[in-house]
């Protein structure tokens, strides 16, 4: 019996073409709306959804960035003290706004400038989590230029 080895990067590349292909077509419509099961908060401006038609071995999941807005960082990746602070409270909006929801879509844009992640919006009720997180100041406008410091 003859074994099968498969070139996982050849994989990867494959799959990472199928999808920009997919997520091209969708900006050139300014962003279709597709349903989507929410999985995992990130932070205030990721969140995980399910993407069940990803081939395997691959993890049925990918990560949406919140597209034109940039929220405060938490963890180890915050600058100062006040900035850990603010990113845990627009983490805690963003999962509110996510747990209130019942009806949860997304916009498909881009792929993120690191890979791994996709751009867009979240929907939810209708509502867009960037002009939500923009309104209530946990969030401001971004678009990939050098960023603000939360920490000022």
């Known amino acids: 019996m003859k074994k099968v080895f498969i070139d996982m990067k050849k994989v990867f590349v494959f799959v990472a073409l199928v999808v920009l292909a997919t997520f091209a077509g969708a900006k050139e419509k300014s962003g279709v709306v597709y349903d989507a099961v929410l999985t995992r908060i990130i932070d205030g401006d990721t969140v995980a959804f399910e993407a069940k038609w990803l081939p395997d071995p691959l993890k049925k999941e990918l990560k949406i960035r919140v597209?034109?807005?940039?929220?405060?960082?938490?963890?180890?990746?915050?600058?100062?003290?006040?900035?850990?602070?603010?990113?845990?409270?627009?983490?805690?909006?963003?999962?509110?706004?996510?747990?209130?929801?019942?009806?949860?879509?997304?916009?498909?844009?881009?792929?993120?400038?690191?890979?791994?992640?996709?751009?867009?919006?979240?929907?939810?009720?209708?509502?867009?989590l960037r002009e939500a997180l923009i309104a209530n100041g946990y969030a401001r406008p971004y678009f990939g230029d050098k960023k603000q410091s939360w920490c000022d």
Do not use: H
Request: positive net charge; aromatic residues 8%; charged residues 30%.
């Open 67 to 128: 597209y034109g807005v940039d929220t405060p960082e938490k963890g180890w990746r915050a600058k100062c003290p006040k900035e850990e602070v603010m990113g845990q409270k627009a983490s805690a909006f963003t999962k509110k706004m996510i747990n209130n929801s019942k009806k949860r879509q997304i916009v498909l844009l881009d792929w993120d400038k690191f890979g791994g992640r996709v751009l867009g919006d979240v929907l939810l009720d209708g509502q867009s």
